[in-house]
């Protein structure tokens, strides 16, 4: 069973791009998380998509936007990148519901020059 | 809003030692508790979890982690470790009102030296 896959696996940006990530849930799996890990902030919560609607956002200004296809394929999009936007993109899916962990992707790798 | 800490950023350990990483939450209500890690190079990979019952649970390659609801806390632990588990563990929790969103702690990286 293939695992969670995140597409570009690097990416490197100028400052003022925006970017696309793209992320491809394990099969059956319909809910869709996005988190973003540096190391001076560590792991924090994006969003979540379920049915292709978003049912959950972090703390993160409306630069950072997602969505969810009927396939349960997400993508995730940072406009007007800024220097700080340099992080590790991680993926996770999950069966909905109470009892069930998520999984997660090898992330995309985003640098911002 | 929820927080977690973990207490140990580094640990630097010798084989066959015993390790214990501890976990705290700030959430009152119920919770999900969980541990990953992440080797070097590889992905977050879920060790173990809690959900509801026996508060003592067992997860892979030898670890468990007991949930003290007073203590609020969720500690790692393993008896002897090897020089494979040297990686990055980070405790996670989800709220009962948050969704399916995640709360981690800042890590701890485990050093192992053989």
């Known amino acids: 069973k293939a695992g969670v896959t995140q597409t570009p696996r690097y990416l490197i940006k100028t400052r003022g791009q925006q970017v696309t990530l793209s992320c491809s849930p394990i099969?059956?799996?319909?809910?869709v998380s996005w988190y973003q890990q540096t190391p001076g902030q560590g792991l924090q919560f994006l969003f979540e998509?379920?049915?292709?609607?978003?049912?959950n956002k972090g703390n993160f200004p409306g630069r950072f936007s997602g969505r969810q296809f009927s396939n349960s394929r997400s993508e995730m999009n940072v406009s007007t990148l800024e220097l700080g936007d340099s992080a590790l993109y991680l993926c996770?899916?999950?069966?909905?519901?109470?009892?069930?962990?998520?999984?997660f992707g090898q992330g995309t790798r985003l640098t911002v020059v | 809003a929820q927080s977690v800490s973990q207490h140990n950023h580094h640990v630097i350990l010798s084989e066959a030692a015993s390790l214990e990483l501890g976990c705290n939450y700030s959430?009152?209500?119920?919770?999900?508790l969980f541990w990953y890690v992440q080797y070097p190079g590889q992905h977050l990979q879920l060790l173990l979890k809690?959900?509801?019952?026996?508060?003592l649970v067992k997860g892979i390659k030898g670890f468990e982690a007991e949930f003290i609801k007073s203590k609020f806390s969720f500690n790692l632990r393993k008896p002897s470790v090897q020089w494979s588990d040297t990686a990055e563990y980070f405790c996670?929790?989800?709220?009962?009102?948050?969704?399916?969103?995640?709360?981690f702690g800042g890590g701890t990286r485990l050093m192992v030296k053989p």
């Open positions: 996770a899916s999950r069966i909905p519901g109470g009892g069930t962990e998520a999984f």
């Open positions: 099969s059956g799996h319909r809910s």
């Open positions: 998509y379920f049915s292709e609607t978003q049912r």
């Open positions: 959430y009152g209500g119920t919770v999900n």
């Open positions: 809690y959900f509801s019952g026996d508060p």
């Open positions: 996670a929790v989800n709220a009962g009102n948050a969704g399916n969103m995640l709360t």
